[in-house]
């Protein structure tokens, strides 16, 4: 299926995608190891590895490939990240308050991982159900 969209906005598109994706998955599901490296030494060298993000270079360039739905999208979702990162870097609440907060701001998170990702496929036009098929390769889901 070819998209409507010109290749560097069909590019940059799926670049922000894969990014927010393994951001959110790095935040979510290693949560317990970077809470615990936190609570047993004390320390935050690793919270830029876990933070990483190809988005802080993006340019204002790049970003006007995207649709108005999709940038406000990406700025909610990497503010939500940047509260997150910042909390993390300069708190001195114990480990347990921090896990508290922690499950609150990824909660939101999710949400705006969500959105995002909603916006971003409708932009690139894949449905949630052409989403299932993308495995199978691309002459098979045209059999669909």
């Known amino acids: 299926m070819k998209s409507r969209l010109e290749d560097n906005a069909l590019r940059i ?13 790095r935040i979510k599901e290693r949560e317990r190891e970077y809470i615990g490296v936190f609570a047993q030494k004390r320390t935050r060298e690793h919270f830029p590895a876990v933070f990483k993000t190809r988005y802080d270079g993006t340019s204002l360039n790049d970003l ?4 108005e739905d999709v940038i406000i999208a990406l700025d909610k979702f990497h503010r939500n990240v940047d509260e997150m990162r910042w ?4 708190t001195e609440d114990m480990p347990g308050t921090v896990t508290d907060k922690l499950v609150v701001m990824i909660s939101n998170l999710d949400e705006q991982f969500e959105m995002l990702m909603l916006l971003i496929d409708a932009e690139l036009g894949i449905s949630p159900k052409r989403e299932e098929f993308q495995s199978v390769g691309e002459e098979d889901v045209e059999s669909y």
Do not use: V
């Open 87 to 90: 909390y993390l870097m300069i």
């Open 64 to 67: 006007k490939h995207c649709s």
């Open 13 to 25: 598109l799926i670049i922000l995608k894969l990014d927010a994706q393994g951001l959110y998955e």
